[in-house]
């Protein structure tokens, strides 16, 4: 039987093991967090284009430049919009989608995809 004295603290391994899943969710923290301050550029890019007053009214490339112009400012330049914007009309609005991936290389050959999806409905103009 073992006396107190001998049970206690943690041994080599554990503390080992406590220390390496510290360091596993730092490093996954510095490599996606990035990608989610990015993400949330765009969501702010889109809610700002939404709060215009002629958006309604503004065409597929005057809303992409005005994004464009959004995201060169903000320095966001992961996104396409020609491949990962859409405006569908919906009755009497329409609705903008900006659908995008990030691919972030994490060790080697293993990589962490993120998938984000954002979408806003506007008024078309005269209403």
């Known amino acids: 039987m073992r006396t107190l ?14 220390l ?6 730092v490093f996954l923290i510095l490599k ?3 990608v989610y301050m990015a993400d949330m550029k765009v969501n702010s890019a889109l809610d700002s284009l939404v709060r215009t007053a002629d958006v309604g009214s503004m065409s ?5 430049e005005a994004l464009r112009k959004r995201f060169e400012i903000d ?5 396409d919009l020609g491949k990962d914007m859409t405006i ?6 329409r609705l903008i989608r900006i659908k ?14 993120m998938e984000f999806n954002h979408e806003r409905e506007v008024r078309a103009s005269g209403e």
């Open 20 to 25: 390496g899943m510290i360091a596993l969710v």
């Open 5 to 18: 004295n001998d049970q206690r603290g943690m041994t080599m391994w554990s503390l080992l093991f406590v």
């Open 100 to 113: 995008y991936d990030a691919v972030v290389p994490m060790v080697g050959n293993i990589s962490a995809l």
């Open 75 to 79: 320095n966001v330049d992961h996104v």
């Open 32 to 34: 996606l967090f990035p």
């Open 60 to 64: 597929k490339s005057d809303i992409s």
């Open 88 to 93: 569908t009309p919906r009755g009497r609005s």
